[in-house]
T-cell receptor, first 116, second 111 residues
Framework: GAGVSQSPRYKVAKRGQDVALRCDPI?????LFWYQQALGQGPEFLTY????????KSGLPSDRFFAERPEGSVSTLKIQRTQQEDSAVYLC??????????????FGDGTRLSIL | KQEVTQIPAALSVPEGENLVLNCSFT??????LQWFRQDPGKGLTSLLL?????REQTSGRLNASLDKSSGRSTLYIAASQPGDSATYLC??????????FGAGTILRVKS
């Protein structure tokens, strides 16, 4: 596809369940980012991949959050033992990487996660 | 820690009016600044990206300026239209990768 694709669009889970969110970046984009957006707030950085390497995971809020991008393309964000405070929209973004960081990030429509 | 503030939080204007959205950031050591638009239930659409060495960027009715030393950016929208109604987000990047966002300005343009 032409843009960043995320699935599912909506996910409802009971507290304590594990969830997996998928991101399919724009073809050829080296960099991939995950952000968390609470209601009425701007997105907050979670983690960053360059190809398959996870270069920055400083934004992951706890060890219940895990992200991977094993083949340098599709990425999965996994949340274990979900808590109500995990309810948010999870956004994925991708960009070219030129070594100069001057490329815009392109965002998917996000996955809205609701924990009951 | 970088903090980004956007003022006003919400703005309602009649169609045709020119308007300015403000963004400020606490750490001037940025690599670039981006303005995004977010429609309800949607992701972010990149509007303009300004490198730290640039002063402004223009796209159609949009003009963004950057004063890096004072930690400020403005987004100017000329001749606003109802279709411009959305949330506008400002974000800065230090090393050209992860973005730090403001909370956004909710814009409503009335017809």
């Amino acid at each position: 596809g032409a843009g960043v694709s995320q699935s599912p669009r909506y996910k409802v889970a009971k507290r304590g369940q594990d969830v997996a969110l998928r991101c399919d970046p724009i073809s050829g984009h080296v960099s991939l980012f995950w952000y968390q957006q609470a209601l009425g707030q701007g997105p907050e950085f979670l983690t960053y991949f360059q190809n398959e390497a996870q270069l920055d995971k400083s934004g992951l809020p706890s060890d219940r959050f895990f992200a991977e991008r094993p083949e340098g393309s599709v990425s999965t964000l996994k949340i274990q033992r979900t808590q109500q405070e995990d309810s948010a929209v999870y956004l994925c973004a991708s960009s070219w990487w030129t070594g100069e960081g001057n490329q815009p990030q392109h965002f998917g429509d996000g996955t809205r996660l609701s924990i009951l | 820690k970088q903090e980004v503030t956007q003022i006003p939080a919400a703005l309602s204007v009649p169609e045709g009016e020119n308007l300015v959205l403000n963004c400020s950031f606490t750490d001037s050591a940025i690599y670039n600044l981006q303005w995004f638009r977010q429609d309800p239930g949607k992701g972010l659409t990149s509007l303009l990206l300004i490198q730290s060495s640039q002063r402004e960027q223009t796209s159609g009715r949009l003009n963004a300026s950057l004063d890096k030393s004072s930690g400020r950016s403005t987004l100017y929208i000329a001749a606003s239209q109802p279709g411009d109604s959305a949330t506008y987000l400002c974000a800065v990047s230090r090393y050209g990768n992860k973005l730090v966002f403001g909370a956004g300005t909710i814009l409503r343009v009335k017809s």
